[in-house]
């Protein structure tokens, strides 16, 4: 069994930013692809970013890219997005997931999920 436990989000205004972290117990957590998504009121969960297990590799959603940089720390069993230049379309429950599989974890379908934490960005 894998818990995530999401924290950092919160109110900030357009321009700022703000920084999350999603701590990992269970399982091994160097052996996940790790990611995050969002979630806006009345829309799809939709993928923001992910990260290869060593942190080699990362992959951004065109609506986050040179804005957001997602990072992980495999000593403290946790992984890091970190937010500049925010804008209010990017207000949602951000999400922290991990799987086994990138194609899974992309797609929305990763194995576990945290229970999210509140970013709103206001004008």
């Known amino acids: 069994q894998v818990q995530l436990v999401e924290s950092g989000g919160g109110l900030v205004q357009a321009g700022g930013s703000l920084r999350l972290s999603c701590a990992a117990s269970?399982?091994?957590?160097?052996?996940?692809?790790m990611g995050w998504f969002r979630q806006a009121p009345g829309k799809e969960r939709e993928f923001v970013a992910a990260?290869?297990?060593?942190?080699?590799?990362?992959y951004y959603a065109d609506s986050v890219k040179g804005r957001f940089t997602i990072s992980r720390d495999n000593a403290k069993n946790t992984v890091y997005l970190q937010m500049n230049s925010l804008k209010p379309e990017d207000t949602a429950v951000y999400y922290c997931?991990?799987?086994?599989?990138?194609?899974?974890?992309?797609?929305?379908?990763?194995?576990?999920w945290g229970q999210g934490t509140q970013v709103t960005v206001s004008s």
């Open positions: 990260i290869s297990y060593s942190g080699s590799s990362t």
């Open positions: 997931n991990a799987d086994h599989s990138l194609r899974m974890l992309q797609r929305a379908q990763a194995t576990y």
């Open positions: 269970g399982g091994t957590f160097s052996s996940y692809v």
